[in-house]
């Protein structure tokens, strides 16, 4: 899987503060139907509002890098939070409002306004899922919805068809326990080759 960098350059929707510990990554849609990543990167950086994300991935299944995953992005903040929000990041952090400096946040762009999303986007998300959750050490169980989080209505297409967010999670548990597999694997072989 390939990441295009896409950064954007510091400033109100990149304040360079860092994420203090991965406890969600939180599933966006763009809400803008057939844009690109650069559309949506390009509005965070006009920063009308405060918005942003870490990761955009086009209709094509492009992966575009806007914030870099140890900087937080403004995506789930909020003044009232869903039960499940209290479940992930804990009590403190729902209490100090500070659910973006320990969560990494994805959006998907989407062909229409129904939300749902293309195959290329859901695979490259799945990948790049299971590649985040590989690296952080962490397990599918982080995974959620905006509207978990805080009760917008985001992503659409997941919040009115949530067994297919289920199916999601699911599938990047399978994708995430392969690669550990390989990776054990790997370590076993070394002392053939070593
Ligand atoms: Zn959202």
Redesign the pocket.
């Known amino acids: 899987m390939t990441i295009e960098n896409h950064l954007m350059p510091p400033g109100k929707n990149r304040d360079q503060r860092p994420i203090h510990d991965l406890r969600s990554m939180v599933m ?2 763009v809400e803008n139907p057939n844009t690109g990543i650069d559309h949506t990167r390009n509005w965070f950086i006009r920063g009308e509002v405060f918005g942003s994300y870490h990761y955009i991935i086009d209709i094509q299944g492009r992966v575009g890098r806007i914030i870099p995953e140890n900087e937080r992005a403004f ?2 903040g909020s003044r009232v939070y869903e039960p499940r929000a209290t479940k992930l990041f804990g009590a403190d952090v729902i209490r100090a409002m500070t659910t973006n400096n320990f969560s990494l946040g994805i959006g998907l762009c989407h062909p229409d306004w129904t939300g749902k999303f293309t195959r290329e986007t859901i695979i490259s998300a799945l990948k790049l899922c299971a590649d985040i959750l590989y690296r952080h050490n962490k397990s599918e169980g982080i995974i959620s919805t ?1 509207y978990e989080i805080t009760g ?1 209505n ?2 659409r297409y997941w919040q009115n068809n949530h067994a297919k967010f289920e199916a999601f999670v699911k599938s990047v548990g399978q994708i995430l326990a392969k690669k550990r597999a390989i990776s054990l694997e790997a370590e076993k072989m070394l002392a053939q080759i070593l």
């Open positions: 966006h849609w995506h789930c905006h917008k985001c992503p």
